[in-house]
């Protein structure tokens, strides 16, 4: 007998049953929802591109443009093109090849600043390079040269291009966003797709020479550059490059002067951010190398290698990133004793969180969540050197125990957390304790608040940003959980 399966699908229906064809009968879905056994996100998260950039930790900058050779840190837009005159074409190769012997993955290299005038040949306005007072100025090309240097060197790389343009007719008119602001920023795209971040000042002085026009132009930041249209145009085109500040994707951290609050949250705003904003905008620390100001004038002394190492502790080690500004001279490279500090400032990063002892420990916790099908959330997961594995205890395991042990005691300096943001920023609060016979625990740096932790957190185990110190001799670790948004989640625990 052959069933009739319309006929037989119809009268099923009649009597009140769900017309179902008989291949979605065939498709239940027997999975269970969560195969894994991952933890529920804690809101809000960070987008896949706000996770690589946060990778980024310390970076370059670098101020070279008009104010060079002017020695002014904002230029009114008035001075003459003729003015910008290197002496030889800049070289973004060796400002990278510097920073990175510092130890820094890469840089961003202002283009524009609120001058107005572009580091390159652009379609936009004649208030650039191409009218150069000499041939080395004309032959310069920034996005251009410093793509390709950080493309050879391996290194991340982003440009710098200010809102504010003090040299424009049309700003403060809609034709200035669209089409002057938004095609220099879609014009970078032709110096590399694979950009980090595009850096948004927010400055805006008011006066200019607009033209030629002069007076005063306010505008309101939050509405006139019309910032979701250009992260959709730049995203569309450039997805992984985070649109700070004006954009949106990344905070200022609220100084400029090297440090992130000990308690710092990914979202809110300034040196702490808040625990209860809705938006994910991880922090970024600009500060100078040098004393003076963001542009070189007369080789400015850079800071001794103690000060540059506490702007790390306190910008890298308490959730920020570090972009730290060294700026190119009038010959377009960085002077010597720049790149010869950037080298010992590198050498002493090495020397001092180089080598990881988390790597040679055995790693335990007071909870560990259920495995799921493919995923499990042992403590070794934390020192396997794997980003994306980590360690998580069960949904009620808030207050938990993570213990490294050696069999030989270690001379320990700094320890270092770091969360899984995937599934949200949780630790509010955390001790750590070291123990020098693997039983008795003595608790570390009581004095500094050991509250969130974030993308990562170093805690120096005296307390301390200042002094190196001798390091304590020990044969166990033992980091507490205390408090948390939900349970906590840590990918990386190292210890130096
Ligand atoms: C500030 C600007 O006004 C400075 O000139 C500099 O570029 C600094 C990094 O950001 O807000």
């Excluded at 580091?119 to 650039?128: E, G, I, Q, V």
């Amino acid at each position: 007998m052959t069933i009739n399966i319309p006929r037989l699908l119809i009268s099923l229906a009649a009597l009140g049953a769900p017309a179902l064809l008989p291949a979605q009968i065939a498709l239940v879905d027997e999975r269970p929802a969560n195969p894994d056994n991952e933890p529920a996100p804690v809101f809000p998260v960070p987008t896949e591109r706000q996770m690589l950039w946060n990778e980024t930790e310390f970076y370059g900058f670098f101020h070279f443009g008009m104010n060079t050779f002017t020695g002014l840190e904002w230029g009114g837009g008035d001075t003459d093109p003729s003015v910008f005159t290197p002496s030889s074409v800049p070289d973004p190769r060796q400002w990278l090849e510097a920073i990175k012997a510092a130890g820094m993955k890469g840089g961003i290299a202002v283009v524009k600043h609120h001058d107005g005038f572009c580091l390159w040949p652009t379609a936009t306005t004649d208030y650039n390079v191409s009218r150069a007072g000499n041939d080395a100025g004309k032959a310069t090309n920034i996005p251009r040269d410093f793509g390709q240097a950080a493309r050879d060197l391996g290194m991340k790389y982003g440009f710098y291009i200010s809102p504010w343009d003090r040299n424009n007719i049309h700003y403060g008119d809609s034709s200035y966003v669209s089409e002057v602001f938004v095609k220099q920023c879609e014009e970078m795209i032709e110096y590399g797709p694979d950009q980090f971040e595009m850096w948004f000042d927010g400055a805006n002085g008011g006066d200019g020479y607009y033209g030629g026009t002069g007076g005063v132009r306010q505008i309101d930041a939050s509405i006139y550059y019309n910032m979701p249209n250009l992260r959709h145009r730049i995203h569309s085109m450039m997805p992984d490059c985070v649109m700070w500040g004006l954009g949106g994707e990344a905070r200022w951290i609220g100084n400029e002067a090297g440090w992130a609050g000990e308690t710092c949250w990914s979202y809110g705003n300034g040196t702490q951010g808040n625990e209860n904003a809705w938006l994910w905008r991880g922090g970024e620390s600009d500060a100078k190398a040098t004393a003076g100001g963001w542009f070189w004038k007369n080789d400015d002394d850079m800071r001794s290698l103690d000060r540059l190492w506490k702007m790390y502790l306190e910008t890298v080690g308490r959730n920020s990133t570090l972009i730290l500004n060294i700026p190119p001279n009038q010959t377009g490279k960085l002077p010597d004793t720049y790149v010869a500090r950037l080298k010992e400032f590198g050498n002493l990063l090495q020397q001092r969180l180089g080598t990881d002892l988390a790597l040679s420990a055995r790693a335990t916790a007071s909870d560990t969540r259920t495995a799921g099908a493919a995923r499990t959330y042992d403590a070794s997961n934390l020192i396997d050197g794997d980003k994306d594995t980590y360690w998580a205890p069960s949904d009620s395991g808030i207050q938990s125990v993570i213990t490294l042990e050696w069999d030989k005691s270690q001379n320990i300096h700094y320890v270092a957390l770091q969360e899984y943001n995937r599934k949200g920023q949780r630790i509010k609060d955390f001790t750590i304790e070291t123990s020098t016979d693997g039983v008795n625990f003595t608790r570390m740096a009581s004095e500094i608040p050991t509250t969130t932790v974030g993308y990562k957190r170093i805690i120096p185990l005296n307390g301390s940003t200042d002094e190196y110190g001798d390091g304590f001799d020990c044969r166990a670790v033992r980091i507490t959980i205390n408090d948390a948004k939900a349970c906590p989640l840590l990918h990386t625990v190292s210890v130096f």
